[in-house]
């Protein structure tokens, strides 16, 4: 589906844009997504993707087709989440960006989470689980336009550098605000480090902290979920920018959560991998 995962890169990379964007123009980019969930077994998913820029007088149209997807899960959860995804297989999306490379317009966005809906509600009518259809789907169609442009603009958001490609080598404090899988309201402080060489730009980034996952006094079965010593959270990223370009080349994160009830421990990892190439010319 529009996923998660991401988040982190969207976190880094989705402030003000650089003052020059210049990707390689009517030539196809190769985009590939690899994320790995551990948390009482492991979920594996793989995308592959095809990103091609065409210059505008106002600055670029963008279109990305999904080519592939692998999702190694085997229960129902991962069912509804390959067809979601699968749902937008071989459908480009269609994004208009500005001279800076901000995301401006994504064009279509309703009949394309009106694809994901209905492929939700399919696979879930043939299996047990069939009210997450109602659960998913339903919410889905019911999001205003700007929410489900958003779940659109992650797809390619992660690959945009925006003002990291100019950045200054050096170190800085940052916070960083909660996106998943950590809960609404927690923030992690760290170190980002900053190194540039060859046109490169390499940005580590380092936080860590404690997390609430306490359940909401209005969520039913708060009063009675058993009690949890402080979780904490880490996050380790490192990316590299193509600074003649202003593109994304690779990036690692891993997202790690730890709890205990005081007897068991508990950890939730999350781990994603991002490329971006040139396809070879023919």
């Known amino acids: ?57 106002a600055g670029f149209d963008v ?33 208009r960006l500005d001279a800076s490379g901000a995301i401006v317009d994504v064009a279509d966005a309703d009949a394309a989470i009106a694809l994901i809906a209905d492929a939700i509600e399919r696979i879930s009518a043939r299996r047990a689980r069939s009210g997450d259809a109602r659960v998913l789907a339903s919410p889905l169609r019911a999001l205003p336009p700007e929410r489900k442009a958003a779940m659109l603009r992650s797809v390619l958001t992660p690959v945009l550098a925006g003002a990291a490609a100019d950045r200054a080598p050096g170190q800085r404090a940052i916070t960083l605000p909660s996106r998943p899988p950590l809960a609404p309201g927690t923030a992690l402080e760290g170190i980002e480090t900053t190194r540039s060489a060859g046109g490169i730009v390499a940005i580590e980034v380092r ?76």
């Open 63 to 95: 279109t990305v087709t999904l080519d592939t997807i692998d999702e190694r899960a085997g229960d129902d959860v991962g069912a509804m989440f390959r067809a979601a995804t699968g749902a937008l297989l071989h459908r480009p999306i269609r994004y």
């Open 1 to 57: 589906m529009i996923h998660a995962g991401f988040g982190l890169s969207v976190l880094l990379w989705s402030g003000a844009a650089a003052a020059e964007f210049r990707p390689v123009a009517d030539r196809p980019y190769r985009y590939d997504t690899v994320e790995t969930r551990t948390a009482d077994g492991v979920t594996r998913f793989q995308a592959s993707r095809t990103i091609v820029f065409h210059k505008t007088d």
């Open 207 to 282: 936080a860590a902290g404690g997390v609430d996952t306490r359940a909401a006094a209005d969520t039913h079965g708060h009063d009675v979920a058993i009690p949890a010593q402080r979780p904490t959270a880490t996050i380790t990223s490192i990316r590299h920018i193509d600074a003649a370009t202003g593109l994304l080349r690779d990036a690692h994160d891993i997202a790690e959560t730890r709890l205990s009830d005081g007897a068991t421990a508990h950890t939730t990892q999350i781990e994603t991998i991002l490329t971006l190439q040139l396809r070879p010319s023919r």
